[in-house]
């Protein structure tokens, strides 16, 4: 059964359409059951509101009945599996009270019935029925492994409709959906060309393309494949002293494969037929793969993997022309597509090009889509439907409000589309009317606004003139861009810059935070649970060496200025905020003892793991400010991976548990009078503005596209009000409670479009 298992998952996931994938499954599920009908309904979404199944795929039913038997999810057995969302499974299915006979599709003679649902990530997708002639009870195997099929296919379905919904725009054909749908990102909307981008270890992501030039795409396949065998070579003899020679044939057998037969010939076949190298080969790859998986020898079906590992060679080989620059173009409205994309990828597009992000993985909190807010470019993520693979070069449309992809929109979407865009112009026109004044309640409170960083290019003169400062410099973005550790001098110049666009505006420089999602190509960790990992702090303390190099850098970047204040991630404990003061003063005394005039600027502390709320008295009188990072927090004390699109629904800064959390820190901060900031995403979320208005916050920190929506709701309210409306949104059970009162209060106050457009 698990084999059988195996094998249909990989025939159904594989399918380049929808239609094989349904009838590939009926077949192998009637063969693996031995039954006389198998058959898949799945729900129309062409009609929205209405829950209506239709017949896709049957054998052993009327096959012209494809397409046309519906049923709505009050109507029948399948009605009823749809309706309850679990099995059922009967001997005799015509004595059952929702039994309901549909002649069209000859089930007469049927008289076993199991029907399981498929669902996907909690969402109905349809119902997969086996029946048979003989009246009898399917056993709980069957049901087992009905059960099973549906869990493990319903994602391969999702996808394989999205796919055909996809090349039907691309024939000019009405889809079934018009849109495919994520997670909001970042917000704004765009149009512009899908460029997907992937890594070269993830072959599902590698596009198809159209070749160009047919001569010039078969030498680079050829070249990329010498590179390959080069490498083999190369391998094999430094390997020599080191593996003994039967392991190291492997590598013989590599470069084997590379020098002819039909792993070659077949992709050359692929190319010509007019798709460019790297999705030839990927085909071609597969394909083989596929065939060793089948085999029933253990040994042969783990061959499997090295042909994909050859694959994943010749493919990054591919990406990149000799001089090693990429190969590829950015047009001039690109829309970075990706299964996950990296600092790394935004920033090799060209300044002025790069117009809206897609990832299919991560979620509004992971931190691609924070850089995108910080350059303000919309960003879809969590599109786990989007079919990467196929829309390389199509004319894209993303919401980052909504966190949806159009793709080819027609026309009467196309003029909605362009209403949002026209909408959000004449906002920020609105809003820019704002810049030059200050962000003071209608009673007179004033909170001073601070801008959150990381890239270079967000330092630039508008900002400077927006916001009161820089409320969290995240350097691990410089890091990320880089290949190796930049060194003394080279920080010093990227933190100097920041320090002197804004003195004496305060600029909060945090230290080092890589691990989770945020890594460095030259210190590659693999962990099981990077977010509870070796992250922040931990590795500052674990590498004296690139901490002290960093604080010394800063501490010089500061000379003549003296706005830097230095701000640490992630404690969670005394032991590390001494150990970091320590070296901080290491740091310092170190460059007085090279006569390096330098100050001991402000020390804080970020707030966003939950130990560090319980110890907010000692935290607070041992370091000179605090900062709260609810991004972190949200996630630590509602145990949701901001990562993870799956759960990105449960992440909500806004549930009654984050709020006491926040409460309580600002309290703690406020009795031992020291100064205290939030910094995460709910600083420049509008609502989140008004409730931390409320708690008391003297100063915010955020993407400095928010600033001046959270100036506007500043100025639109009394700061009693906000004490009103935060006192009533800790008192409540839950976050959309709490979402649902703040909305009807912006509506109140006149500000509904702010939220509207997701600010
Ligand atoms: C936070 O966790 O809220 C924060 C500001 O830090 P980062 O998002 O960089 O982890
Ligand atoms: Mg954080």
Redesign the pocket.
């Known amino acids: 059964m698990l084999d059988f298992l195996r094998r249909i998952v990989q025939e159904v996931s594989s399918a380049d359409s929808l239609d094989t994938a349904l009838k590939m499954l009926v077949g192998s599920v009637c063969e693996a059951l031995d039954v006389t009908v198998c058959s898949v309904y799945l729900v129309d979404k062409s009609i929205p509101q209405q829950d209506e199944l239709v017949l896709l795929a049957t054998k052993g039913l009327r096959e012209e009945a494809v397409g046309h038997i519906r049923m709505h999810f009050d109507e029948g057995l399948t009605g009823l599996v749809a309706q309850r969302a679990e099995p059922i499974n009967l001997d005799n299915a015509a004595q059952h009270p929702r039994f309901k006979f549909f002649a069209e599709i000859g089930e007469e003679e049927l008289k076993s019935f199991l029907g399981v649902p498929i669902i996907n990530y909690g969402k109905l997708l349809g119902v997969l029925v086996v029946q048979q002639r003989e009246q009898r009870r399917f056993n709980d195997d069957h049901v087992a492994f009905l059960i099973t099929l549906a869990a493990q296919l319903a994602g391969a379905i999702t996808q394989a409709g999205a796919s055909e919904d996809i090349t039907k725009l691309m024939r000019g054909e009405r889809p079934s959906r018009d849109y495919i749908e994520g997670l909001p990102g970042s917000t704004g909307v765009a149009m512009g060309k899908a460029v997907v981008v992937y890594s070269a270890t993830d072959l599902e992501a590698v596009p198809d393309r159209p070749v160009t030039d047919l001569e010039g795409e078969l030498e680079s396949f050829r070249q990329a494949v010498y590179a390959v065998v080069d490498d083999m070579t190369t391998l094999n003899r430094s390997m020599q002293d080191v593996l003994p020679a039967e392991e190291r044939a492997l590598f013989d057998a590599f470069a084997m494969m590379l020098e002819g037969g039909s792993l070659i010939d077949d992709t050359e076949r692929r190319i010509k037929e007019g798709n460019w190298a790297s999705g030839a080969f990927r085909d071609t790859v597969k394909e083989h793969a596929r065939i060793f998986e089948e085999m029933d020898d253990m040994y042969l079906r783990d061959r499997a993997d090295d042909i994909r590992d050859l694959g994943r060679r010749v493919i990054a080989k591919l990406q990149f022309k000799e001089d090693g620059l990429p190969v590829r173009q950015y047009p001039e409205q690109t829309i970075l597509v990706g299964e996950e994309i990296s600092a790394v990828q935004l920033a090799a597009v060209p300044t002025g090009k790069l117009k809206g992000v897609v990832s299919v993985r991560g979620s509004g909190?992971s931190?691609v889509a924070?850089l995108a807010r910080a350059m303000q470019i919309p960003a879809v993520m969590g599109a786990s439907d989007l079919p990467v693979g196929l829309i390389d070069e199509q004319e894209v449309f993303i919401d980052g409000y909504g966190g949806r992809v159009y793709v080819h929109p027609h026309e009467a979407l196309r003029a909605e589309l362009t209403r949002l865009i026209d909408e959000e112009q004449q906002m920020t026109r609105e809003l820019l009317e704002l810049i030059d004044l200050p962000a003071q309640t209608q009673d007179g409170f004033t909170i001073s606004l601070f801008a959150?960083t990381g890239l270079q290019t967000d330092i630039n003169p508008a900002l400077s003139k927006q916001a009161d400062g820089i409320g969290?410099f995240?350097t691990e973005v410089p890091f990320q861009i880089r290949t190796q550790f930049p060194g003394e001098e080279e920080q010093e110049k990227i933190y100097r810059e920041a320090l002197e666009a804004f003195a004496p505006r305060p600029v909060v420089i945090r230290t080092l935070?890589v691990g989770?999602d945020k890594m460095l190509s030259y210190l590659p960790v693999y962990e099981e649970n990077p977010f509870l990992g070796w992250r922040g702090i931990r590795i500052s303390l674990d590498h004296p060496d690139i901490f002290i190099t960093q604080v010394r850098a800063m501490l010089k970047a500061n000379r003549g200025l003296g706005n830097l204040q230095i701000l640490l991630?992630m404690v969670s404990g005394m032991s590390e905020l001494r150990q970091a003061m320590s070296l901080i003063q290491r740091a310092h005394s170190e460059l007085l003892e090279e006569d390096c005039e330098v100050s001991l600027p402000p020390i804080g502390l970020?707030i966003?793991v939950p130990a560090a709320v319980y110890l907010i008295g000692p935290f607070a009188r041992h370091v000179d400010f605090l900062s709260?990072?609810?991004?972190?927090?949200t996630q630590y004390l509602l145990a949701v991976d901001r990562n993870n699109e799956r759960v990105g629904k449960l992440y909500d800064t806004f549930q009654p548990s984050v709020l006491s959390a926040i409460l309580a820190i600002i309290q703690g901060a406020h009795i031992h009078n020291k100064p205290v900031s939030l910094?995460?995403?709910l600083a420049g979320n509008p609502m989140g503005a008004l409730i931390l208005l409320g708690m008391g916050m003297e100063s915010l920190s955020m993407s400095a596209g928010s600033i001046l929506a959270v100036k506007r709701v500043i100025r639109g309210f009394t700061r009693e009000k906000a004490i009103d409306i935060m006192s009533r949104a800790l008192t409540m059970e839950d976050g959309s409670d709490v979402r649902l009162m703040l909305t009807q209060e912006m509506e109140a106050a006149g500000l509904g479009g702010l939220i509207r457009a997701g600010r």
């Open positions: 909190s931190h924070i959150n969290l995240r935070d989770g991630p970020m966003e709260i990072g609810s991004n972190d927090l910094c995460g995403e």
